[in-house]
DNA sequence: TTAGATATTGAACATGTGTTCATTAAAATA
DNA sequence: TATTTTAATGAACACATGTTCAATATCTAA
């Protein structure tokens, strides 16, 4: 199955379109591996051999949007792990603006019939980022171990979203960056 | 489908530890409905009659888990939400306890195959718990929404566990306490 | 204890899942 | 262009899903 294969790569773009108008029609949960295949006249047969589930499909798709994760912070990530609120300057904090641009994708990966493996493709997105400047500007304290502290602190950003989410995003990006600045300002007061 | 019916209790009882059963075999994902019902030796169209999905029967388990958790704090939960590294104690931190005591279950609600409502459910739990000790304990500066700072501390905690159950819960509960006591005291150095 | 209410059953049906295999079509390459 | 390689197809299979409905068994309340 080369992926350079002219073949190849005309049945997965089939697949991809047909996924993406049954996705403007109703939620990936009711949309069926049958279904996508019908729309794609793809031979089901030929489904199975690029993917094993219709996640599957969709976590190509994904993988694009994280991409745009990581080309969004050429700059260190500063604003969270330093933890000095001199340094804290909510317009370097660019992931509620990649929130904001996919926001019909993320209302999927936060649904909840939906399949945990795209709420960890963000994690992992956002503790890479995070993981990489607490690296670099080391001023931890010895105790902390970096895989913990990234941790956390991804996974808090995650929080806000999720409350951002569960109010279909109405907040503004600029009230999600004050609202950060805000807490990370109470550790140092 | 009355609740205090007898023959409905048996039933939810059959299918309750027919699910138990499986769960000691195989993963959720691979146990299907139909072989639920069939160790349960209870009707196919009667489980359709209580639930939908697998996942709605595992839901009833993990109500009676979510009562543990709140049953752990009768005392309010000041470690996180006052930020004062006077009252942190890493022993008023029961959380990592519950998670520990029920870890066959959250090696399942972590699992990538598993669907959001489940991690859902922990997070409202923990969330709730915050907020209900922030409300009591208002020492936050108004430009902070009570929703968002919750949802920040509830999902950051949830970070350090994820972390920790990627190493399959290997980290005793204490190193948990004290890397959460540490990253505490990093906001206030 | 009996009569009425209702949860459970079994059967059937259309559809989806996941897999196999020989056949066919289309691409790579020589 | 001709040959080789391999992706895609269609058919078939056993099994799961989700739903319906009349018949039955079992509970509740009088």
Redesign the interface.
């Known amino acids: 199955m080369s992926a350079n294969d002219l073949r190849v790569i005309k049945t997965k773009q089939a697949l991809h379109n047909a996924l993406l108008t049954l996705l403007s029609e109703k939620p990936l949960e009711n949309i069926t591996i049958a279904e996508i295949c019908r729309v794609a006249k793809v031979n089901r047969g030929t489904f199975y051999l690029h993917y094993e589930q219709k996640e599957g499909l969709f976590e190509e798709y994904f993988q694009e949007i994280m991409e745009d994760l990581n080309n969004s912070y050429e700059e260190p990530y500063r604003a969270v792990t330093t933890?000095d609120k001199n340094q804290i300057d909510p317009n370097t904090i660019r992931i509620f603006h990649h929130i904001e641009r996919f926001k019909m994708f993320y209302r999927i990966v936060?649904?909840?019939?939906?399949?945990?493996?795209y709420?960890?493709m963000l994690?992992d997105g956002i503790f890479s980022l995070l993981k990489r400047d607490i690296t670099i500007h080391k001023e931890?304290?010895d105790?902390?171990?970096i895989?913990?502290?990234s941790?956390?602190?991804?996974?808090?950003?995650?929080?806000?979203i999720?409350?951002w989410y569960r109010q279909d995003f109405e907040d503004s990006v600029s009230t999600l960056n004050?609202?950060?600045a805000?807490?990370?300002?109470?550790?140092?007061?």
């Open positions: 933890m936060f649904s909840k019939n939906v399949p945990l493996t709420y960890y994690f931890i304290h105790e902390i171990s895989e913990y502290y941790a956390y602190q991804a996974n808090a950003i995650i929080g806000l999720i409350q004050k609202q950060l805000a807490i990370l300002r109470i550790g140092e007061k």
